[in-house]
């Protein structure tokens, strides 16, 4: 379950400004405005803007982007258009008399052909199909990659000499000197065999679509089946026809089958495939298989069913066999990332792992004894940015400055000479809250997109309050090289608007546990005065909803809909429970097994540490979320009832026995395994103990949290004689969007909680 409310603005989209008559006087002109629904969901005036199509060149000077339909190419020391690559009127068609609709593009590897695509269509959430088309920039020729129809993936060898690309289950290389198409698989067939492409829960849970990978040296592919013969199938009805038509696809739910996994390797050139010894294991994962700089090897990670042993095996990519290297090992579960990183030197490796409490990073040689631990402290490593081999460098994002912020920092392969890139002076270690460490210069969230040879990177950098700001910086010391976008437009218009005030707060439970939040107060708050409290969770694992960012943690519609009901008289407040990141194992992994009972209880202990404070009614103290989150506010309604006046729950799981078995079973092993952890925290348990007003959304199109959850859970509100209003919105998914959905969805929400909080 990977749905989010990302704090990352940049596809801001907030509010409009309401036009005041010319002839209005001085006075009423510099009035404060205040936010509507339509300015948040419908007129989209507040949108920020960033860097549309933004890529770095093969020269680490130089970056392009999509100005306008034409492709620019960039000095990265100026920000300034140093010439046109491709002007929109080359990208026409044979027979069309209009450029193509370009929605992204790539470069070769000597940037003299590019791939761009058009027509994209979403299938889940990170796969889709496009039509692509190969553009020569000697020849200026535009050629459809394929006639076959649309196509997934299209991605160039590293000679660029070829594209690889899925289309019906199989995988397929097209050769661009004579544009000849071959086959590698042929036996991909739907909801049975898929080739080159992930299954629905790979892509859902190890988060990614295309299932290929190209050789360094461009000679092999190295790529996914996915037999899912034997996974039970989902079926949603379509709804619109005289007849609703089935829609039926094959997902896992928690202790099913799951699809049978193999990894092969096809030589192009010799046109034979070779299957990688995976070990005789077939129920497993294999969440990421990456190439090695060494020729000829493949790197595999294998991870258990229970998720608590993960394996990184080398394989031969001629004969298939494999050797176990590294194998890390956890008493609640192991999480996967991108942090695998092998050296050109074909000696080493980087890896990080959660051995000593905290994500740290460590390096390993080829066969995988620890050479040394590169970073340690009570802190978390988020994400590899880059790194100079030459120099020794590895660039990594990090929690050290506060669990609610992320930074740019720089360590040496012998674990010395630690920075901070962006900032000076400011001393390693600092934990202090956000709002201490804003004052110390520290602020917000920053993030990266590092340039191939690391001398410059993108940021973008938002914080509390403020919209991102997009620069390029150097890699050196992340000294600004230029500003590409602060969105100034943005924040005059902000500040024409009546928007209160965020504050992160902490505080002690009757546990001992601290926990930490955020409180948006109305911009006219008086101390003396009671407030009702409208809190948002999300709650999951890992998760935050509370960080030093522009939408304080969630996107930032969602913000400023809470700066909205600030301006009703609403303070709104966020906590992050155990069982949230950015604090450690131990915090993160309090939950294991028994997921959502400790949560609850911090959510409880929030809204009682909320009615303590002066000017909180503690009679009127809501709650909301979205899938995770709406799981936590129908426990809170029912588990917390005396605590809550009113809640609403949207796409909620009700019953962990209907989530998919990757993430699922991560946090509460199978339901063979631990049937009371699966029950004795679903809300369609504890139905006769709801109190107070409750809504309940969701939409039927959901492939990801099934609208079989809301049925189970409206089934055990009726059986118990409770009342709820309910909001159904036909063939949505999980995001719940789509011409003006958001729009009336956030109008029934503000008048529940206008209503009955």
Do not use: C
Request: no cysteine; proline share 4%; glycine share 8%.
């Amino acid at each position: 379950m990977n749905f989010r409310f990302l704090g990352l603005a940049v596809f801001l989209a907030t509010a409009s400004p309401v036009l005041l008559p010319a002839t209005a006087p001085a006075a009423v002109a510099q009035q404060k405005q205040n936010i509507t629904l339509e300015d948040i969901w419908a007129k989209g005036t507040f949108q920020a803007r960033s860097v549309p199509g933004f890529n770095w060149m093969r020269d680490g000077r130089y970056y392009s982007s999509l100005d306008n339909g034409d492709l620019v190419q960039h000095d990265v020391t100026t920000g300034q258009a140093v010439q046109t690559l491709v002007a929109a009127q080359a990208l026409t068609v044979a027979g069309s008399s209009q450029p193509l609709e370009v929605e992204g593009y790539f470069f070769n590897s000597d940037e003299k052909k590019i791939l761009f695509w058009t027509a994209e269509e979403p299938i889940y959430r990170r796969s889709s199909r496009a039509t692509f088309f190969v553009y020569d920039r000697d020849s200026k020729k535009l050629t459809p990659l394929s006639a076959g129809g649309k196509q997934s993936y299209a991605t160039f060898s590293p000679d660029g000499k070829r594209v690889a690309f899925v289309r019906d289950n199989n995988l397929f290389v097209t050769d661009l000197a004579t544009m000849q198409e071959k086959a590698v698989t042929t036996d991909g067939v739907p909801n049975k065999l898929i080739n080159g492409s992930a299954d629905w829960v790979y892509e859902e849970e190890f988060e990614f679509a295309q299932a290929f990978f190209w050789s360094p040296d461009s000679r092999q592919l190295a790529f996914y089946t996915f037999d899912e013969s034997q996974v039970p199938e989902y079926n949603m009805q379509a709804w619109g026809e005289l007849y609703p038509k089935d829609y039926r696809y094959k997902y896992p739910k928690a202790g099913e089958k799951n699809s049978v996994v193999s990894i092969s390797v096809h030589e192009v050139a010799a046109g034979r495939t070779t299957k990688m010894d995976v070990g005789p294991e077939t129920n497993q994962y294999i969440p990421r298989i990456i190439w090695t700089e060494t020729p000829n090897l493949l790197s595999i990670r294998r991870i258990n069913r229970l998720q608590n042993k993960l394996e990184i095996l080398h394989a031969d990519a001629g004969t298939g066999k494999t050797q176990v290297v590294l194998t890390d090992t956890d008493k609640a579960y192991v999480e996967v990332n991108d942090d695998l990183r092998y050296l050109s030197d074909g000696k080493q490796f980087l890896f990080s792992s959660e051995k000593d409490g905290f994500r740290h990073l460590y390096l390993y040689d080829l066969k995988g004894k620890l050479v040394r631990q590169l970073t340690k402290g009570s802190w978390e490593i988020t994400e590899i940015n880059g790194f100079d081999e030459e120099k020794g460098l590895v660039y990594y994002t990090s929690t050290e400055a506060s669990p609610l912020q992320r930074h740019l920092y720089r360590v040496d392969l012998k674990g010395k000479n630690k920075a901070m890139l962006g900032y000076t002076g400011v001393k390693m270690g600092v934990t202090s809250g956000a709002n201490t460490l804003m004052k110390l210069g520290v602020a917000g969230t920053d993030i990266i997109n590092m340039s191939p040879d690391t001398r410059y990177y993108l940021n973008y950098h938002s914080q509390n309050g403020e919209p991102t700001t997009v620069s390029v910086r150097n890699g050196k010391d992340g000294k600004v090289v230029k500003v590409l976008e602060d969105n100034a437009k943005l924040r005059q218009t902000l500040s024409q608007y009546n928007l209160g005030k965020l504050e992160f707060i902490s505080f002690k439970t009757t546990e001992g546990v601290t926990l930490n939040g955020s409180m948006l107060k109305p911009a006219d708050f008086d101390p003396s005065k009671k407030y009702p409290v409208l809190m948002y969770v999300y709650g999951g694992p890992g998760s935050q909803t509370v960080k030093d960012d522009a939408g304080a943690g969630i996107a930032f519609t969602n913000y400023m809909w809470h700066h909205m009901l600030a301006q009703q008289g609403y303070i709104v407040v966020s906590v992050d429970n155990r069982g949230t990141g950015a604090r450690g194992a131990e915090f993160k992994k309090s939950t294991y097994a028994n997921l959502g009972k400790l949560e609850t209880i911090d959510q409880g202990e929030s809204a009682k540490y909320l009615g303590t404070l002066p000017y909180v009614d503690k009679a009127r103290i809501g709650i909301w979320g979205w899938s995770f989150g709406g799981y936590m506010t129908a426990l809170a309604l029912t588990k917390n009832a005396d605590l809550f006046k009113m809640a609403i729950s949207v796409a909620p799981v009700t019953n962990w026995r209907y989530y998919d078995s990757v993430y699922t079973e991560r946090f509460l092993k199978t339901p063979q395994e631990n049937p009371g952890g699966y029950d004795d925290n679903s809300p369609v348990q504890f139905a006769q103990q709801m109190k107070g007003k409750y809504l309940l959304v969701h939409g039927t199109g959901d492939d990801n949290v099934h609208f079989q959850n809301s049925i189970a859970w409206v089934d055990a509100l009726v059986k118990a004689d409770k009342s709820y209003q309910s909001l159904y919105y036909p063939n949505r998914n999980h995001g719940i969007y789509g011409g003006n959905t958001r729009l009336h969805l956030y109008r029934q929400m503000t008048d529940f909680v206008l209503k009955n909080l």
